[in-house]
């Protein structure tokens, strides 16, 4: 038994049986901890235990242990695999240490991952030139030349695709269209996100032979300018072609908006070709129009104009319907109104318009009134836009100035009703701290 352990072999496989599985124990539970964290660090940990330590001990075994010659075939064998593992183990490590953290932005982050591959391809070249050579005695004179005469090859191979990692990405409206730079540098190309003046989202309209062209066009002008997406400062265009046909042109941020604005303004201009009387691509029928429709309209709204039989016979001629798409605008800013809408169906928000955009403060709903100021004779502060499709049954301010002279409750109601709007208005803008004087009143 003594010579067991005088011979040194004895301690190695003690060692071998004791610690090789208590190390195996400890790594799997630090595996286990850190898989559990989402720690990148348990990939090489995970190849250590699966794979080197076991070799490891295998090579250790037949060198130490069993002491095999050096230059026997299976020992070399296995320490050609030992040695492998190992390699594979470091670049894990080191890939783990400098790309598995990488902060957003940086370069680590940043770098292709071909680069890193071919450097990994390099060096696992590189330790097994060595290796083979400390093993195997190998020359590997021959193995270095075909390195590098590869490596020019491979540059060559990849000078235009090396090119292609750095792109530009343009946003076409419909989506992101990826240009690489090896493209542009060898052709020519227009950026049309930043044109000469403002970028223009045409369309071609169509109404009928009957409609009179000037009234028509401005009409198309008066949509086209109402929109969000235009630009401020510029006015739409039209033109006249004959025949009905119209080419309108609106101007837009860019492409992106383009799209977006001509798909609204087509949707606009189907309800004002409508209230206007107009046939948008030869069709003027508007079921809106029928009259028993308005006759229906005026006993909705009795109530809220408290008004009787009789009433409602003598002002059918001078009402009429009217309705808008969403986002529309029912009564602008900064006029003196000369009919009064009343809500029949939908919602209309009331809303403040100031230097970077509009400050909502109400809304108009059923049976609610539109453009009370043109009772007082007061330019409108705020304008109302459409929430929803909305119709109204729209009223002459000569019709409106008959009820309410002989209805003093309705003047008493439509007195209230305008005060709470301008009190809603007032309270909202305190609320957030911007004064009277911003309101733009365009």
Avoid: C
């Avoid at 409108?380 to 909305?390: D, F, K």
């Amino acid at each position: 038994m003594g010579d067991v352990f005088t011979g040194g072999w004895g301690w190695w496989l003690l060692a071998l049986a004791v610690g090789v599985p208590v190390v195996l124990v400890i790594l799997t539970e630090l595996i286990g901890a850190l898989t559990r964290r989402g720690n990148p660090v348990a990939k090489p940990l995970r190849m250590l235990r699966n794979w080197v330590i076991p070799v490891g001990a295998l090579f250790a075994l037949l060198v130490f242990a069993i002491q095999s010659p050096a230059d026997q075939v299976w020992t070399r064998v296995v320490a050609t695999v030992f040695g492998f593992l190992v390699i594979l183990l470091v670049l894990s490590a080191f890939n783990v240490a400098l790309f598995a953290n990488a902060k957003p932005g940086s370069w680590r982050e940043r770098i292709p991952s071909i680069f890193v591959e071919i450097g990994r391809l390099v060096l696992v070249g590189v330790g097994l030139a060595l290796l083979f050579s400390w093993v195997w005695d190998a020359d590997v004179g021959g193995l270095f030349t075909a390195l590098g005469v590869g490596s020019i090859v491979i540059g060559l191979a990849l000078q235009n695709a090396v090119v292609n990692w750095r792109a530009v990405h343009i946003d076409t409206g419909s989506g992101i269209q990826i240009v690489p730079n090896s493209s542009l540098s060898g052709a020519s190309f227009t950026n049309l996100s930043e044109p000469e003046g403002p970028y223009s989202a045409e369309t071609a309209v169509t109404f009928s032979t009957d409609d009179p062209p000037h009234e028509v066009m401005a009409l198309l002008v008066e949509v086209a300018d109402s929109l969000p997406m235009r630009l401020q400062r510029q006015r739409a265009s039209v033109d006249y072609s004959g025949g009905g046909a119209y080419s309108v042109s609106i101007p837009v941020v860019g492409p992106a908006d383009a799209s977006r604005a001509l798909s609204m303004y087509l949707s606009w201009l189907w309800y004002a070709a409508r209230r206007r009387g107009f046939a948008l691509d030869g069709d003027s029928t508007d079921p809106l129009a029928e009259p028993q429709r308005l006759v229906e309209a005026m006993h909705e709204i009795a109530p809220t104009l408290h008004l009787r039989d009789d009433d409602i016979e003598a002002i059918l001629s001078a009402a009429r319907l009217e309705r808008y798409g969403v986002g529309e605008i029912v009564l602008p800013s900064g006029i003196v109104p000369d009919e009064v809408r009343v809500v029949l169906s939908g919602r209309a928000v009331l809303a403040l318009e100031v230097d970077d955009g509009r400050v909502e403060f109400g809304a108009a709903e059923k049976g609610d009134l539109i453009g009370q100021t043109a009772l007082t004779r007061e330019r409108t502060q705020a304008v109302t836009v459409a929430g929803e499709i909305l119709t109204v049954v729209v009223l002459p301010l000569a019709t409106i100035d008959e009820l309410i002279r002989t209805r003093p409750r309705l003047a008493a109601e439509i007195g209230e009703s305008l005060e709470l709007k301008r009190t809603l208005a007032a309270s909202r803008m305190a609320e957030l701290g911007i004064a009277r004087g911003v309101i733009t009143g365009r």
